[in-house]
């Protein structure tokens, strides 16, 4: 259903609520894996604004079921806490040029607020599902080493009655219909090293590491899809005068085809073993793993993506282009949910400590994601 006059004013008349909001949650430290600051705010705002069911789950997720008794079916909408800095001290937040600047202001701090505005209204008007329960979830771990550990956990409670999946992630007009896998690993190198003058001669864990990183940069990626591989972290050594026994990396692919991944991880296992052969301690530790998309009702998906884009274009005054992502999308499509990603902000500067909303978008974001939820009230 569109917006009605009444749910528009709605959201006007709280706007200025809404932003401050934002800025006291934009500022609340949320690492991957250390969001228990932000989950039990969220909980305790959804209590005071009336919500009632809402619990925090084993794995940080904030979850407000609505209508959900039972075995019935289930739509989920939800937006992440974690923010990929590592800060747990109060994240530094700025209001200049019609923009709130803060690291994770809009990846996705912009989002749950969206999602939680949404929560108040439903809380406050009382209303129940017309065709099947409502989840709506601030949710753990979508970042980096998260692992998507939040978007797992739901899956794992709810995910025989979930019929339909949307997350809020991104900026306005950007759209995700199709998951990116990845493989993400921890790969550490030991050698004997030594004295850098007295024991010269010895294995030097970086050079082993280095060359490791420039066989895996000489690879080919394979046809089918898009695949992409990055070298994130490297770290070790003792001293400028030490010949390193220790060093370590975290090394990612990725890929829309889960047969590409599949040739990216040969060749990795090829490159490990080579330097094994010479007797160099490789360790190898799996980090990170992302599902692509499994076969998903073409029909459903297509009616999800046209009514996102419609209700994006109404509200925002643009569609949504749909592309391959990796988001918590990845695990209910992996598992043949149909599942979309839907920006609800504007802004840049996503990762980077310059992140940026523009204060304007966020209204318009706002009237999105309470429609798309709407559709089922």
């Known amino acids: 259903m569109k917006l009605t006059d009444e749910m528009k004013i709605w959201l006007e008349a709280h706007f200025q609520e809404s932003f401050e909001l934002l800025k006291e949650l934009a500022q609340i430290p949320a690492p991957s894996n250390q969001e228990e600051r932000r989950a039990e705010f969220c909980k305790t705002w959804l209590e005071r604004n009336g919500a009632e069911g809402v619990y925090i789950d ?29 800060d747990l001290e109060p994240l ?85 219909d199709r998951a990116v896998g990845s493989k993400r690993y921890k790969i550490e190198v030991d050698t004997e090293g030594g004295h850098s003058y007295g024991a010269f001669g010895n294995r030097n864990a970086i050079a082993y590491l280095a060359s490791l990183i420039d066989t895996l940069y000489t690879m080919k990626v394979p046809p089918k899809g898009k695949t992409t591989y990055n070298v994130g972290t490297i770290s070790g050594g003792t001293s400028v005068n030490t010949i390193a ?3 370590e990396m975290l090394y990612e692919f990725r890929s829309d085809e889960a047969e590409s991944l599949a040739v990216m991880e040969r060749h990795l296992e090829a490159a490990l073993e080579f330097y094994r052969t010479k007797g160099v301690g490789v360790t190898v530790t799996l980090v990170g793993d992302r599902p692509c998309s499994a076969e998903v009702e073409e029909t459903a998906m297509e009616a999800m993506c046209t009514r996102a884009s419609d209700a994006a274009e109404r509200n925002c005054g ?60």
């Open 92 to 176: 530094p937040l700025k209001i200049e040029d019609g923009r709130i600047c803060c690291p994770g202001v809009g990846d996705d701090t912009a989002s749950v607020v969206a999602l939680l505005q949404a929560a108040k209204y439903i809380a406050e008007k009382k209303m129940t599902p017309r065709d099947r329960g409502v989840l709506l979830v601030v949710n753990s771990g979508e970042e980096g080493l998260g692992n998507l550990k939040g978007s797992r956990k739901i899956m794992e409670d709810y995910g025989h009655r979930i019929r339909e999946f949307i997350t809020y992630d991104g900026h306005d007009g950007f759209g995700v």
């Open 245 to 247: 026994q220790h060093a």
């Open 58 to 86: 084993e794995a940080l997720n904030v979850v407000y079921p609505i209508g959900c008794e039972g075995e019935g079916p289930i739509a989920v909408f939800m937006a992440h806490s974690d923010v990929v800095f590592p």
């Open 318 to 377: 643009k569609p949504i282009t749909f592309g391959p992502g990796s988001t918590d999308c990845n695990i209910p499509l992996s598992m043949g949910v149909p599942a979309i990603c839907v920006g609800v902000y504007d802004g840049a500067g996503s990762h980077t400590r310059e992140e940026y909303v523009i204060i304007d978008s966020l209204l318009p974001g706002q009237k999105l994601a309470l429609e798309l939820i709407m559709h089922h009230f």
